[in-house]
Structure formats: C-alpha cells, structure tokens
C-alpha cells in the first residue's frame, strides 16, 4: 500500500549544532522514508521563509519545536491517507496548507522535510534507488539517455565571507576537477589537492583549521593570495590547473553591498559594480576561474546584465541569492539575459516538485543548474541522488572535509559503484558548456 500511514518529526542538530528538523514518513506498505533539512548562513532575502521558535530559552531561539510541532499535527493530518507516489499531488497540498507565497506559516523547514521525506517512503516502497524515483517523477527525458550523468564537483576548500572569521571577502574558492574520465578519479585529484593545499598553508604558518563547509580558513586578506594559494596546491599535487582542475568563486557580493556600491575590504575603498567587474576581468585573465556566484547583489539586476553581456561566453556565471530556486525569479533572468546558470538549494524554495520544475525550466532555457548543500547540514545526501536524476552535471557540496560534506560525494561514489558502466561524468564537458566552449 503506498498511502501515508503516519507523519512525525523531531528536533536534530545541523553540522553548526543548530536546530532542524528531520520528518520520518511511513507507508502503509511499511516502507519508511526519513529527511533532514538544510539551513544557510548567507541566505538569499527572497528564500521560503525557515521557521525559528525565537524562545531565548533554549538554542537562543533557535530552536525548531513549532516547525516540528506543524509536521506533527497540520501536515500529517493533510497527508494521511494520501497516494506516496504522487510526489506533485503531496506537494500540491503542501503548498496549499502552508497557504503563503513563502512558506512563512508552517516553514519552510516543515514543509520541505515532508516533501523529501515522502519521495524517499516512495522511492523504497517502489524498490528504486531515489536517484531513479526522482528522475522518474519529474517525468523526464534523463539528458544522459539511458545513461547517468555524475556531476562535476565544485569543492569549497577555502572558506571565507560568512562563514568562516578570517577577513576574507569572498566567500568560497572552489576547486573544479573536471579534466578527468570518471567521478571516483576526480574527486581523488580534488581531495589530493586539498591535502596539498594543507601543506602549503601549514609551510607557510597558517591556520589549517576549517570552516562551516570544510574548507580551511587561514587569516588571508587578498582574494588574489587565495587564488594564488590554489593554483601552487593543484600544481603540488601533480595536476595541470585549468586542463585538469579548474577554480570556480562563490563571492556572495550581497553580503557586502550597500548603498549601491561594493565594500570589499581588501579593495581599500567602496567599489561600483563596474570596477567590482574589471576586478574580475582582471582574476579571469590571471587564473583558470570557469565559474562565478554571485558575482552581484540579490537586487542589483542591471549590473547582473551587463556583466553577462561581457563575460557571460567566458565564465559561467551563477545566482544564488540572486534567483533563490525561484521559477520567477528566473524567468526575469531569463527574460533579461542575466546569468547563465543557477544554484539549486532545495530549501530556498520548499518542495521537490517546485525545485524540479526550477531545474527544469533552468535547463530548458539553456541555464546550468548546479546542485547545492547548505552551509549548516545534516548527514542526509539528498542532493547527490537530485544531482544525478536530473543530469545537472554539476554539484556543489563543499570540500572533502566534515561528515556532513563528505556524505554527500560519498553517496555519489556509492550510485556510480551500483551503475558502472551505465554512469558517466560529465566532466570537462560540463565546464566547456559552462564557458561556451564547443
Ligand atoms: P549558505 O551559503 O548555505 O550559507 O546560504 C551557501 C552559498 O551561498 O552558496
Ligand atoms: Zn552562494
């Protein structure tokens, strides 16, 4: 029997050691599904809305008791008795109980643990792995055919920005090993150069302790002394930058814009997006950088578009908080020829079913979509089966270091393990798409 048999929900605590919530659901077959929800530090102002008690009593009102509590009662008694398997009917009354634009009334945290939790009861009632029930669900064509696609890892190895304390503006230097013929071999050159990125920095007497998402956050002022940093690691671990291991920058520009200007510290006075862009072209001329995310603020549309007017053939170039998983959002994006590529974070918008149509209309309209971990997560590995079902061909899920991180490319070496020869990875592929290079 595939009808919701029960819904419940507990507090856990996220890779911060903040509260979140995980949701079981059970079928009446007895397949069991369970889910635990993300949460950013430098979130997007235009995500679905996470529901926070505010009790100053406990978690420093950060607990997640109401969101649980809305699991417990509103959405299992919306659920109950309802087809498992109809991932776009369960979404549906979701989104309608919630009953706001945002999912500010249940949260989005309740909501989006329901969601995923149903898709996994489904998935095991239907005796698939949910990379399979996902793609199947989404009723679509995979890209790869028959055939699966593994995503190209963008490892966060130095961390700054919000999440880290060093001064660093930019919030993540990525290491992309793309020039590679298999997943497994990539992410043994992106990990080798992670260690050799340790060596360097424990050489130089920096601090080789790690940030929220696992990469190190040694006390760097200059973007270009990080860039610097990973090209010697590439090189020391025996890889050609560029052809093999590419770089890709998270910069989360919101973060530090203000009054229509851009206040890097390291640029020494508050910059235009024009000169914070000739500051880019000035990176893209010196390193290998394929990719850029949020290279511009959530609101500041008009340098979005000139930008991608002048480096969009070269450099990919991705919203995040910009887009938030947002159809409409995108559709602006779309329609004013901003970006060429969007983040995926699942609970940016709050539903399987939602975000699925995101990547659908992201990839339709010849946007890249990049599938992400939050910075606070949990040891469920969601998005690597969500990469692999929709043949994003790439993935983000900070580096080789942390359970919570490390889960997420180790369940994507465990479905490459079960498909074999049926797997591909999308490898330099990927990354030419990226900078429109046929
Ligand atoms: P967040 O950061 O999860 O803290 O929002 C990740 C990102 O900006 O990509
Ligand atoms: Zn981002």
Redesign the pocket.
């Known amino acids: 029997m595939k009808t919701i048999r029960s819904v419940t929900a507990w507090e856990i605590l996220d890779s911060r050691g903040r509260p979140t919530v995980t949701v079981q659901v059970t079928l009446g077959s007895g397949a069991v599904g369970l889910a635990s929800v993300p949460s950013?530090?430098?979130?997007g102002s235009f995500e679905a809305v996470e529901l926070r008690d505010g009790d100053a009593q406990r978690y420093n009102g950060q607990g997640v008791l109401t969101a649980v509590n809305n699991v417990r009662t509103e959405i299992a008694e919306a659920l109950m008795g309802k087809d498992a398997t109809d991932q776009e009917d369960i979404d549906h009354t979701l989104i309608a109980l919630d009953g706001t634009a945002n999912r500010s009334r249940l949260g989005a945290n309740a909501v989006l643990g329901a969601s995923l939790a149903v898709a996994r009861a489904a998935a095991r009632h239907r005796g698939m792995p949910l990379y399979r029930y996902i793609a199947n669900a989404g009723g679509r064509e995979r890209p790869g055919g028959n055939r699966c696609i593994l995503p190209v890892p963008q490892l966060n190895v130095l961390n700054g920005g919000?999440?880290a304390d060093n001064p660093l503006d930019v919030?993540?230097f990525m290491l992309v090993p793309h020039g590679f013929d298999s997943f497994p071999r990539a992410l043994q050159a992106g990990t080798e150069t992670f260690h050799a990125l340790r060596k360097l920095l424990l050489e130089r007497g920096l601090s080789t302790g790690v940030g929220d998402e696992g990469g190190f956050a040694p006390a760097l002022t200059a973007s270009t002394e990080a860039l610097d940093l990973l090209m010697a690691a590439i090189e020391k671990a025996g890889y050609a930058p560029g052809r093999e291991i590419a770089l890709a920058l998270?910069v989360?520009a919101t973060e530090f814009y203000q009054d229509g200007h851009y206040h890097l510290s390291e640029a020494g006075k508050p910059l235009t997006a024009q000169e914070l862009g000739a500051l880019y072209d000035q990176w893209l001329e010196r390193y290998p950088i394929v990719s850029i995310?949020?290279a511009f603020a959530e609101e500041d549309w008009d340098a979005w578009s000139a930008y991608t007017q002048q480096q969009g053939d070269r450099v990919q170039l991705v919203g995040?908080d910009l887009f938030v998983t947002n159809p409409q959002r995108l559709r602006r994006g779309i329609r004013q020829g901003v970006a060429d590529a969007i983040?995926i974070k699942l609970n940016q918008i709050g539903t399987l079913t939602e975000t699925l149509r995101t990547i659908q209309l992201a990839q339709s309209s010849g946007y890249a979509a990049v599938i992400?971990h939050?910075?606070?997560e949990t040891d469920d590995t969601f998005i690597s089966d969500l990469a692999v079902a929709t043949g994003a061909g790439q993935i983000?899920a900070g580096a080789p270091s942390r359970g919570e991180r490390v889960a997420k490319y180790n369940r994507l070496l465990a479905i490459g393990h079960e498909l074999e020869d049926k797997a591909v990875f999308a490898g330099s592929n990927a990354v030419r798409q990226a900078v429109h290079v046929s």
């Open positions: 950013g530090a430098s979130t919000r999440h919030q993540e998270d989360a995310e949020d995040d983040l992400s939050r910075s606070g983000k």
